[in-house]
């Protein structure tokens, strides 16, 4: 999951929550953890929600292009290109 200064919080969490409970059930039933969540930013510590809620968050380029299966960028507020992060597209 990607954060960033401005992502709306639902936006983050709700799909976290699916990711969550999917994982949780798998474990369960086949013993096979399928995801290890990782909330991320371009420049890592903490990032603050469009509500004002405040997140940690580990630095994109300390986890290994291997680690990751699925990156999943929540939304901003509509219309305000000011809360995105440019150089997300960037990021290697």
Known sequence: MIA????TALDL??????FSTATGYSKVTTG???YDLVVA????GVV???TGLQIVT????????????????????PNDTTVF?????LAR
């Open 48 to 50: 603050t929600t469009s």
């Open 32 to 34: 096979v953890k399928l």
């Open 13 to 18: 969490v709700g799909p976290m929550q699916v």
């Open 4 to 7: 960033y200064n401005g992502v």
């Open 41 to 44: 930013s371009v420049d890592g």
């Open 85 to 89: 992060d440019t150089r997300l597209v």
């Open 58 to 77: 580990q630095p994109l380029h300390e986890i290994g292009r291997e680690q990751i299966d699925t990156i999943i960028v929540p939304g901003g507020r």
